[in-house]
């Protein structure tokens, strides 16, 4: 990796619900999907949850609200299905921030109010990773 990264990922998880339910019903693509329980390829363990995640594509940008801005536009007009869906089969939504800082390089952090708006709306935690390479 020669520079700083940015990934968001939006994890829905919990005991057990059909993540291609989710799909259909949000219309987005997961870019990963896991059953509680199933064994983690490459691994000797197992899901402890079953989760839908969704990240965009890695950007070249050094600005969180890029991505951020992205990612809740894809979600646009999808947050109360999303949160229905959650309430009906006792789900947790959690956004996760992954920043990879390279040669001092560091990014932008910032959230608007639409990025804010949508963590409100599916009563999402954030948790946010820094690892400096």
């Not at 990922?9 to 990963?32: K, R, W």
């Not at 965009?56 to 947050?79: C, H, Q, Y």
Request: include cysteine; proline fraction near 3%; glycine fraction near 6%.
């Amino acid at each position: 990796m020669n520079q700083t990264s940015i990934r968001v990922y939006l994890s829905i998880f919990g005991e057990q619900f059909d993540p291609n339910a989710l799909t259909n019903l949000v219309g987005l693509a997961p870019t990963n999907t896991g059953i509680k329980g199933q064994a983690i390829e490459g691994k000797a363990t197992i899901y402890k949850d079953t989760f839908w995640d969704f990240s965009p594509d890695a950007m070249d940008s050094l600005l969180l609200e890029d991505i951020t801005n992205f990612l809740v536009n894809k979600l646009k007009g999808s947050e109360i299905t999303i949160f229905q869906f959650m309430a009906e089969h006792s789900l947790v939504a959690k956004f996760t921030i992954v920043i990879e800082i390279v040669d001092g390089q560091a990014p932008a952090l910032y959230f608007n109010r639409t990025f804010l708006s949508c963590i409100e709306s599916l009563n999402a935690e954030v948790d946010i990773d820094t690892y400096v390479l």
